[in-house]
C-alpha cells in the first residue's frame, strides 16, 4: 500500500538550481526541471546544467571552508 502524501515534492531544477514543486497541475515543469528550464532548448539546458553542476560544487566548497577556516598552522 503506497501512501502518496496530497502535498507536492520539493524538488531542485537541475538546470538552474530553482526549487520548485512538482507535480503541479497546469505546469510543464518535470522531475529535473522546472517550469523556467523545460522552455529553454534542450541542448542550451545542457550547458545550463553543466554551468549548475560548478556553481554546485563551488557553494559546496565555500560551505566546508566556512565550516572548517583554514587557519595557518604553527
Ligand atoms: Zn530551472
Known amino acids: ?3 502518496i ?3 507536492q515534492r520539493l524538488r531542485t531544477c537541475r538546470a538552474c538550481g530553482k526549487k520548485f514543486e512538482y507535480p ?3 505546469s510543464a515543469a518535470t ?3 522546472c517550469d523556467d ?3 529553454v532548448p534542450a ?3 545542457k550547458i ?3 554551468l549548475n553542476s560548478r556553481v554546485t560544487q563551488l ?3 565555500l560551505r566546508r571552508l566556512q565550516e572548517k577556516p583554514a587557519a595557518p598552522s604553527s
Open 43 to 45: 541542448e542550451m539546458r
Open 48 to 50: 545550463l546544467e553543466r
Open 24 to 26: 503541479v497541475k497546469g
Open 37 to 39: 528550464c523545460v522552455a
Open 31 to 33: 522531475r529535473h526541471h
Open 5 to 7: 502524501s496530497s502535498s
Open 59 to 61: 557553494e559546496n566548497q
Open 1 to 3: 500500500m503506497e501512501k
